[in-house]
């Protein structure tokens, strides 16, 4: 029997897969920058994004787009690593 305050194994497992997704997101930013950002370059050519061109432009100065992309992947790390404490916490109790 759960408890209305604990989460399913199935939303646990689901939350940590969407967190490994961050996570393998954020080692290739790091680790692997130059396939990363010409990823990301080519999929937003490739896609109907509305407003394609503004993120276009955010991606023509490389050096500013690593730093703040970086500043924002040590944050989204921290709350990411954080949810996933609360979350697996939560399912053992």
């Known amino acids: 029997m759960t408890n209305a305050a604990q989460p399913s ?17 954020t080692y290739k930013l790091w680790f692997k920058t130059d396939s990363y950002y010409q990823d990301v370059y080519n999929s937003l050519l490739r ?31 921290v709350a990411i690593f954080g949810a996933d404490v ?3 916490m939560a399912f053992i109790q």
Do not use: A, D, M, Y
Not at 47 to 71: A, D, G
């Open 47 to 77: 896609s109907p994004v509305p407003f394609k061109q503004f993120f276009l432009k955010r991606l023509e100065n490389r050096k500013r787009w690593e730093v703040e992309q970086k500043i924002f992947s040590v944050i989204g790390f």
């Open 86 to 88: 609360l979350v697996v």
């Open 9 to 25: 194994f199935g939303f646990v497992l689901v939350f940590l897969l969407f967190s490994l997704l961050f996570l393998s997101n």
